[in-house]
Every structure is written in C-alpha cells, then in structure tokens.
C-alpha cells in the first residue's frame, strides 16, 4: 500500500526565523497522477518521503518522569508524534486543537489504538511540568516528551527530518523556528505519513483511519 500512496498536495516553505514557522521540504514525497486508474490506489491528504524516515531506535524521556518513550506504535497502533514548544503562538495550538478534533471524530476503537506525542523544542522554557500541563490541555492522555540533552533532541528531529531553532535576538528576547509537520509512526518504526501544518483535520482523520486499517491487516 504505501506504494500506491498518492501526494494530495506537497507544501514547500521556508523555515521562518523569529517565529513559530513551518518547514515542510522534508525531502522527497511520494508522487502519482491523481486521475489514475486504478480503483486500488488510495488517495492520501498526507504525504511520505521516499525512502520513509525510520525511527524505531528513536527514544525520549517523558517528562512525568516515567521512563523513555520509544517512537514505534504498538502493534496494530499509531502514533503521532509531533515537534514543537508551549510558546509557539499559532502553529502549535493550532496543530494540537486538530489533534483533538481528530481523536474526537474516531471511532472510540480507533482512537484507543493511537498514542500523541509532542516533544519541545524549547526545553530551556517548556519544563516538565510545563509541557506536560501544555499537552494535555488538547489530548488529556497525551505524552509529552523531553530532554535537556541537545544531541538527543537534535537527533531525535533529524530522524524525522523535522527542523527547529531556538535562537535569541539584538533585543535578548527568544525567537524559535520549527518544521510544522504531525507524523504517524507505525508499529516497525516506519514514518509512513506526515502532514503539512494546514492540513484539515477532516483529511487528516480519513488518512489514518486508512493508516490504522493497514496497521491492524499487518499486526
């Protein structure tokens, strides 16, 4: 299937210095015509580099405190990880507000087999408490995942191909630029979709209830 995966739409932007930005040139996306012929051939909103990124040696401290987190789903599972900070002014509570309209819209048994992860990019500011307190406010069992190692976060975000940085300005204030993408993770560690910040909850609730399908044909 993830062959026949098509790019609905592919968003390019540049990583915008000084605010919360988006970066979706993550490298090469899947293609196909949209006017195929072939009635197997299922159309995502989403969209997976090729080759997908892999991450199932990828872990991150909770920040309750109750272990690493490893990036695979369970098995039959999703889970949507995603990269940003509490002080990110729109693309990040927009991004966690549909997280929640997509949570809500599932199937009771569909939601209970994905897990939400939002690791900070700002963990100088985003404490523990913080980020926890932050996350859950959108999904209530939602994990918030930091570290104060930098070559940890740094190579956590590169194997997603995620971006960021956190930087201070002239005036001493603190300005932070992050890849706006929400990716799905599946039980081998595969990232086999990620959203482009805009995606309409709507179109992204379709793509994982076809994602979490294939997951459970494959468990």
Same mark, same amino acid.
């Given at each position: 299937m993830r062959n026949a995966r098509l790019l609905a739409a592919v968003v390019t932007g540049a990583l915008v210095l000084g605010a919360c930005g988006?970066?979706?040139?993550?490298g090469g996306a899947t293609d196909g015509a949209a006017g195929t012929e072939d009635s197997d051939v299922q159309t995502y909103s989403g969209y997976v580099v090729d080759p997908p990124?892999?991450?199932g040696d990828i872990v991150l401290p909770r920040a309750d405190g109750s272990g690493d987190f490893p990036m695979s789903a369970a098995e039959g599972g999703l889970n949507l990880i995603y990269f940003g900070y509490t002080f990110c002014p729109d693309v990040c509570p927009t991004t966690m507000s549909d997280v929640r309209k997509v949570l809500a819209d599932l199937p009771e048994e569909e939601a209970d087999?994905?897990?939400?992860?939002?690791?900070?990019?700002?963990?100088?500011r985003?404490? $523990?408490?913080?980020? /926890?307190?932050?996350? #859950?406010?959108?999904?209530?069992?939602?994990?918030?995942?930091?570290?104060?190692?930098?070559d940890q976060l740094r190579a956590a975000a590169d194997a997603f191909g995620a971006d960021y940085e956190v930087s201070t300005n002239d005036e001493g204030e603190i300005e932070v630029s992050?890849?706006?993408?929400?990716?799905?993770? $599946?039980?081998?560690? /595969?990232?086999?979709? #990620?959203?482009?910040?805009?995606?309409d909850f709507e179109s992204t609730t379709r793509d994982i209830r076809s994602l979490l399908a294939e997951a459970q044909a494959s468990a």
């Open positions: 988006d970066d979706s040139g993550t990124n892999e991450v087999r994905i897990e939400v992860a939002m690791v900070t990019i700002d963990p100088a985003d404490t $523990d408490e913080v980020i /926890t307190s932050y996350l #859950q406010n959108f999904v209530e069992d939602g994990i918030a995942l930091r570290t104060e190692d930098p992050h890849t706006g993408e929400l990716y799905a993770v $599946d039980q081998n560690g /595969t990232v086999v979709m #990620q959203w482009p910040f805009g995606t």
